[in-house]
């Protein structure tokens, strides 16, 4: 079983930069890769970017230039550094872990607002 804690949302003005952390409780050997997922109020859970064991990144269409994914194989964490925030990415993130066995976090708010 593999735990997964968010941390980093919060309330930002347009323009403004956030970092999610999503650390793992331990290092499963069937996980090969994670990711972050939103979901909007009224809307389904969609795909905002994701990292494989080897590094290879792929983000969502909304949010490539403006958000990274990057990964700390040591520490067994996930970051989504998040520049240049606009009101529609304010959403509930969830960070997701997927193998063998598909886990997810408790989900963290993000609230883009002036």
């Known amino acids: 079983q593999v735990e997964l804690v968010e941390s980093g949302g919060g309330w930002v003005q347009p323009g403004g930069s956030l970092r999610l952390s999503c650390a793992a409780s331990t290092r499963s050997p069937s996980i090969w890769v994670m990711g972050w997922y939103r979901q909007a109020p009224g809307k389904q859970r969609d795909l905002v970017a994701r990292i494989t064991l080897g590094g290879k990144t792929n983000y969502t269409d909304s949010v490539k230039g403006r958000f990274t994914i990057s990964r700390d194989s040591a520490k067994n964490t996930v970051y989504l550094q998040m520049n240049n925030l606009k009101p529609e990415d304010t959403a509930v993130y969830y960070c997701?872990?997927?193998?063998?066995?598909?886990?997810w976090g408790q989900g963290t708010q993000v609230t883009v607002s002036s």
């Open positions: 997701n872990a997927n193998g063998a066995v598909e886990y």
